[in-house]
C-alpha cells in the first residue's frame, strides 16, 4: 500500500507587478524564493535538515533563474548543504507539477518530507530570455511563430522536424485564446465581465483578509514591506476594460487568421507578475511524528497533452481524466481553480465541464492574482486549499493550461 501525501503547509509572497518598478522587481528570484522556503519551515517549527528534497519550477530558466534557482535559493534560505533541489520547467504548469512529484516521491517511499515551490521573476528575467532575447509584448505569452525564426529575429527552439509537422508555424498563447474565442464563439462583452469578475473577487478577499493565511510579507532592502498583492485593481470596471486595444494582433497574424475578431487584451489577460510560493508536503506517518496536522492530502493526479496551436484547451481533457481516475464528478468538487492565463480558458472549461460558475475561482484568478509562471501551480494550490478550510469543502480541483498543449489537474481532500 502506497503511503498517504498530505500538505502541512503553502505559503507564498505577494504578487508585485513583473515589470522595472513593480513591488517585487527589486528582489532577486532566488532571495524571492528564499524567503517563502524560510518563512514554510519556520513557522511549521520544522528542521530543514529533515527535507529530504526541494523541486522547484520555473520557466525562464535563465540569468538570475539559471543554474538551478531552487539549489541556490534553498541555500540562501540558510538550509543545510545536505538538502538537494532540483528546477523544472512544465510551462505555467511548472510548480504544480513540483507538487505532483513531491507527493507522488512520498506516495512512492522514496520521501519523506519534501518542499515543492517555484518563482517566476518576469520582472528581471522577462518572458523569451531563455530563447536569447526577451519577446516583445505581442509574444510575452507563448512561442513564437516558426515565421519569425526563420527571419532570424531568435533563435529557433523547435528545430526542423518539429516545422516539417507543423508547417504553417505554431503561434503564442494570445493567439491560441483568440483561436478559442473563435471556436467557442466568446465575445469581448463575455471576457471582460469575466476579467472584471476576477477583481472584484479578489479585491473582496483580500479585504475580508481571506489570504493573510497563505500571504508571508517580503521585507525590501530599504525596509519596506510588501504584503498585499500588486495585481489586484479593485476599481476594474467593464468601460475601463473595454477602452484597451486588442493586444496580440499584428498584421501578419491577421492575415493568417483572418476571421478572427482578436478579443484578447491586457485587461483580460493575466499579468507579467514577480512570485514565489512553497508547499510542505510529506507523508501522514511522517507528520505525525513530528506533531503536524496535515491540512489536506493528495487524492489524484493526471497530466495530458493537447493540440499545440489550440494549446490552452488542455485543462479540459486533464479534469475529464483526474475525474474519471478519481471516481468523483463534477458536482462532488467544493470548488476549483482553473488558472487564468486568459479569460478564455476558465470560460471554456466552464462550458465544456458544465461545472457550477459559483465555485470556480472563487477568490479571483490570475487576472488580478497574477501569474508568476514558475510560481502559480502552488500559489492556486495555497488558494484553493485556503478557501476549502474556511467555508468547509471536501474537494477541490486546481487545473492549469501549459505552453505547447499540455495540462496538469491535481484533486486534494481538506482533513
Given at each position: ?98 507538487a ?29 530570455s ?54 467557442w ?15 472584484r ?46 493586444a496580440?494582433?499584428t ?6 487568421f ?10 483580460n ?23 503536524l ?34 471516481g468523483l464528478s ?11 492565463a486568459?479569460a ?7 462550458r465544456e ?43 477541490g ?19
Open positions: 500500500m502506497s503511503n498517504e501525501a498530505v500538505i502541512v503547509d503553502v505559503v507564498r509572497t505577494a504578487s508585485g507587478r513583473g515589470k522595472p518598478g513593480g513591488a517585487l522587481s527589486g528582489v532577486h528570484p532566488a532571495d524571492l524564493l528564499a524567503g517563502v522556503l524560510s518563512e514554510l519551515v519556520t513557522r511549521n517549527g520544522l528542521d530543514p535538515a529533515l527535507v529530504d528534497d526541494v523541486i522547484g519550477g520555473c520557466v525562464s530558466q535563465v540569468g538570475e533563474q539559471g543554474y538551478n534557482v531552487t539549489r541556490t535559493a534553498l541555500l540562501s534560505a540558510g538550509f543545510p548543504d545536505s538538502v538537494p533541489g532540483a528546477t523544472i520547467d512544465r510551462q505555467c504548469g511548472s510548480s504544480q507539477q513540483a505532483t512529484f513531491a507527493a507522488q516521491g512520498v506516495m512512492a517511499g522514496s520521501y519523506d518530507i519534501v518542499i515543492a515551490c517555484g518563482v517566476e521573476s518576469m520582472s528581471r528575467v522577462p518572458l523569451g531563455s530563447l536569447g532575447t526577451a519577446q516583445s509584448p505581442q509574444n510575452q505569452q507563448g512561442g513564437q511563430s516558426h515565421q519569425n525564426q526563420q527571419s532570424g529575429q531568435i533563435p529557433n527552439p523547435h528545430g526542423t522536424l518539429m516545422r516539417d509537422r507543423y508547417p504553417d508555424g505554431l503561434v503564442n498563447q494570445g493567439v491560441s485564446a483568440e483561436l478559442m474565442n473563435q471556436k464563439k466568446l465575445g469581448r462583452g463575455e471576457l471582460d465581465a469575466f476579467a472584471a469578475r476576477s477583481h473577487l479578489a479585491a473582496a478577499a483580500a479585504e475580508r483578509g481571506d489570504f493573510d493565511g497563505e500571504l508571508q510579507p517580503t521585507t525590501l532592502r530599504d525596509g519596506r514591506v510588501v504584503a498585499a498583492d500588486e495585481t489586484i485593481r479593485p476599481g476594474t470596471t467593464l468601460d475601463s476594460l473595454a477602452a484597451l486595444p486588442p496580440f494582433r498584421d501578419a497574424l491577421a492575415a493568417r483572418p476571421k478572427l475578431d482578436w478579443h484578447i487584451t491586457a485587461g489577460s493575466s499579468p507579467l507578475t514577480d512570485g514565489a510560493s512553497a508547499a510542505l508536503i510529506m507523508s501522514a506517518k511522517r507528520a505525525a511524528q513530528l506533531g496536522n496535515p491540512r489536506a492530502r493528495f487524492h489524484s493526479f493526471a497530466v495530458t497533452g493537447s493540440d499545440p496551436l489550440l494549446m490552452l484547451t488542455g485543462v479540459i481533457p486533464a479534469t475529464r481524466r483526474i475525474l474519471e481516475r478519481s463534477i458536482d462532488d468538487l467544493d470548488a476549483y481553480e482553473v488558472n487564468e486568459f478564455t480558458v476558465p470560460l471554456v472549461w466552464l465541464l458544465g461545472a457550477d460558475p459559483a465555485l470556480l475561482n472563487p477568490r479571483g484568478g490570475a487576472i488580478a492574482l497574477g501569474h508568476a509562471l514558475g510560481s502559480s501551480g502552488t500559489r492556486l494550490l495555497g488558494t484553493l486549499l485556503n478557501h476549502l478550510e474556511l467555508t468547509g469543502g471536501r474537494w480541483l486546481q487545473t492549469m493550461c501549459e505552453g505547447g498543449g499540455m495540462a496538469n489537474a491535481t484533486i486534494i481532500e481538506r482533513l
